[in-house]
């Protein structure tokens, strides 16, 4: 299976910061990379696919990039409901698998 | 809208049986690959299952051979049969919908449900 790793594991950070979180895959996996966020019982919400696709709905200040085993989600300038985990998933392979997921806090 | 509403979690031994259901509407069901994912108490995102609109399927390692994905597209509803439950099927069961073009990306959730298996 592939692994995927975040980092960092947890960040604190104030409103209007920019926000970088990384994921690593252990192996390439092209662009098949999608980002999601979930706020506490709550169901997870898709924010970025295929590496740098915004989702519908999905606010500009949420940016991917990369490819092959390193990519990264930006938020430009964080707002209140921006606070969350942040969950990495490959489906460039089956199993699909997630990252261990990133808690962005306010500072 | 898209609305994804899942039912049929509970308390359920070691060893029981429990099947999930999920009621789609808002999109044409069986249009669409669905999938599983849960999560267990304070931890992260595992996908489980996946059916496509044809019927393939395909399951996590921790849940083949136990656990059975199926859907009524006469109903526009998905399901998990899990049998010879585990302490670690522990989790919230999430049903998903399946992006266009890349069934394994999850563009809509429903609620989940929460499952217990514990004596």
């Known amino acids: 299976d592939i692994q995927m790793t975040q980092s960092p594991s947890s960040l604190s950070a104030s409103v209007g910061d920019r926000v970088t979180i990384t994921c690593r895959a252990s192996?390439?996996?092209?662009?098949?990379l999608n980002w999601y966020h979930q706020k506490p019982g709550k169901a997870p919400k898709l924010l970025i696919y295929?590496?740098?696709s915004l989702q519908s709905g999905v606010p500009s200040r949420f940016s991917g990039s990369g490819s092959g085993t390193d990519f990264t989600l930006t938020i430009s300038s964080l707002q209140p409901e921006d606070f969350a985990t942040y969950y990495c998933?490959?489906?460039?392979?089956?199993?699909?698998?997630f990252g261990q997921g990133t808690k962005l806090e306010i500072k | 809208e898209v609305q994804l509403v899942e039912s049929g979690g509970g308390l359920v031994q070691p060893g029981g049986s429990l099947r999930l259901s999920c009621e789609a509407s808002?999109?044409?069901?069986?249009?669409?690959?669905m999938n599983w994912v849960r999560q267990a108490p304070g931890k992260g995102l595992e996908w489980v299952s996946y059916?496509?609109?044809?019927?393939?399927?395909l399951y996590a390692d921790s849940v083949q051979g136990r656990f059975t994905i199926s859907r009524d597209n006469g109903k526009n509803s998905l399901y998990l049969q899990m049998n010879s439950l585990r302490v670690e099927d522990t989790a919230v069961y999430y049903c998903?919908?399946?992006?266009?073009?890349?069934?394994?990306?999850?563009?809509?959730w429903g609620q989940g449900t929460l499952v217990t298996v514990s004596s």
């Open positions: 808002g999109f044409t069901f069986n249009t669409y690959e």
């Open positions: 059916i496509g609109g044809s019927g393939i399927t």
């Open positions: 295929t590496a740098f």
């Open positions: 998933q490959q489906t460039y392979s089956v199993p699909s698998t």
């Open positions: 192996q390439s996996i092209s662009s098949n």
């Open positions: 998903a919908r399946g992006l266009t073009g890349d069934g394994d990306t999850c563009d809509y």
